[in-house]
């Protein structure tokens, strides 16, 4: 389909294991954003990228959260020695410019549980 | 900094009852608000906008309508249907740091429609 798309939807891994996880978003839009949503929660904002460019990453919680989009399409979301306050659904969005009324396409979202 | 209130769920109600959502916001500028739906197992969908005030956005009989005095943005529909149920989240974009607009999400309030 044309919408976000999100890999992996379930992600297990063991606390200190690196994870990724990845964002395809859709054709042509200039802006991707990530947001982390815990259970029982509204997402909330972890980075924004207006093509390649990282413009802000302000929402990410530790030095152990990484993103990239190096060709300003496919981004990537990258989580080093995890733990267990890391295991939320992470949600990545789209939208064609940054302006206040452009709403954001959302995809499924990867679920990370931690153990 | 911004931020969206939202009532606390789960409401529920029978078929072709009235639903109202009510969502407050404190935010500086003049933000667009949003409606956002979450149905069980799947991401988040757009479900209506506004970007001025005494502004009605709309979509599939659900209503809000931007109230700057009031800084509200309460949903409204006239009969809901057991397909309705969902989570919803009301949110507003926010500056981010580089000017960019972020979206500012409430809680969510989960509905529960019987038949």
């Known amino acids: 389909g044309a919408g976000v798309s999100q890999s992996p939807r379930y992600k297990v891994a063991k606390r200190g294991q690196d994870v990724a996880l990845r964002c395809d978003p859709i054709?042509?839009?200039?802006?991707l954003f990530w947001y982390q949503q815990a259970l029982g929660q509204g997402p909330e904002f972890l980075t924004y990228?207006?093509?390649?460019?990282?413009?802000?990453k302000s929402g990410l919680p530790s030095d152990r959260f990484f993103a990239e989009r190096p060709e300003g399409s496919v981004s990537t979301l990258k989580i080093q020695r995890t733990q267990q306050e890391d295991s939320a659904v992470y949600l990545c969005?789209?939208?064609?410019?940054?302006?206040?009324?452009?709403?954001?396409?959302f995809g499924d979202g990867t679920r990370l549980s931690i153990l | 900094g911004d931020s969206v209130t939202q009532m606390e769920g789960p409401v529920t109600l029978s078929e072709e009852a009235f639903l109202t959502i009510n969502c407050t916001y404190t935010?500086?500028?003049?933000?667009?608000l949003f409606w956002y739906v979450q149905y069980p197992g799947e991401g988040l969908q757009l479900l209506l906008k506004?970007?001025?005030?005494?502004d009605k956005g709309s979509n599939k009989g659900f209503e809000a309508t931007y109230r700057k005095e009031t800084t509200s943005f309460h949903l409204e529909k006239g009969s809901v249907q057991v397909s309705d149920s969902a989570v919803y989240f009301c949110?507003?974009?926010?500056?981010?740091?580089?000017?960019?607009?972020?979206?500012?999400f409430g809680t969510g309030t989960r509905l529960l429609v019987s038949p």
């Open positions: 969005a789209s939208s064609p410019e940054s302006g206040r009324n452009q709403p954001q396409h």
């Open positions: 054709s042509g839009h200039v802006s």
């Open positions: 990228f207006q093509n390649e460019a990282q413009l802000d």
């Open positions: 935010a500086t500028g003049y933000p667009s």
């Open positions: 506004a970007t001025k005030a005494d």
């Open positions: 949110a507003l974009s926010g500056l981010g740091s580089t000017g960019f607009q972020k979206l500012v």
